[in-house]
């Protein structure tokens, strides 16, 4: 009888885990740190750590994340996504909360590398500076269109391109328009229209909700 009841409890709370946390993504990775974005919420976790849902870090490198879930570890790379329960989630959807200073930040990845994203919808396009742009690997000056935008500073020379993925949290979004501006500025990737032009946007008091259109 003792051990049923052991059993039975051992079942009940690998069902709780499967149900908090059906739908796990790692974001970001980098020494001795990992970001995932677990059922939307984001969270930045070190060595031992482990989320509200029951995810637990057990190692991160730039090769990939070591993930506990209901005692199985599985390493993981950027991207890479954990279905605890095989249960597909009713929507897409990542929800941001604004800092002290009231901006929108948010870890993702363009064409699967790690960035900085500033939500900004006064941005036509997401928008790079040069540095960045090399960071991530993109020859804006052979692949890009040549342009002008203006700045804060004035004019400034710019060059059109097209990314072949934007993600933030578990969206991702395929061909997206961008600008690469030569110089330093914007110090943070903006996350302008040319992306959330093609979600739902839904405001809940200070709370952004990011939706994918089904």
């Not at 059109?160 to 997206?176: A, F």
Request: cysteine-free; proline content about 5%; glycine content about 10%.
């Amino acid at each position: 009888m003792r051990v049923a009841k052991l059993m039975g409890g051992m079942l009940l709370a690998l069902a709780g885990l499967n149900a908090a946390a059906d739908n796990v993504m790692v974001l970001g990775l980098f020494k001795d740190k990992a970001v995932v974005s677990i059922n939307g919420k984001q969270y930045t976790l070190a060595p031992g750590q482990a989320s509200p849902e029951g995810i637990t870090l057990i190692s991160a490198s730039s090769n990939g994340a070591v993930l506990e879930a209901a005692g199985k570890r599985t390493t993981y790379p950027l991207g890479s996504q954990v279905n605890t329960n095989f249960a597909a989630p009713k929507h897409i959807a990542v929800q941001l909360y604004p800092n002290p200073q009231g901006m929108y930040l948010t870890v993702g990845s363009i064409n699967g590398m790690p960035v900085n994203f500033l939500v900004d919808t006064g941005a036509t396009l997401v928008a790079m500076n040069a540095v960045e742009a090399k960071r991530l690997g993109i020859d804006f000056r052979v692949i890009g269109q040549p342009s002008m935008t203006s700045t804060a500073s004035g004019v400034a020379p710019a060059y059109q391109i097209k990314l072949n993925r934007v993600r933030v949290g578990d969206i991702e979004l395929r061909d997206v328009d961008a600008l690469v501006l030569d110089g330093n500025n914007p110090t943070e990737v903006l996350l302008g229209m040319s992306f959330l032009n093609r979600l739902e946007i839904q405001h809940s008091g200070k709370m952004m909700e990011l939706r994918k259109k089904n």
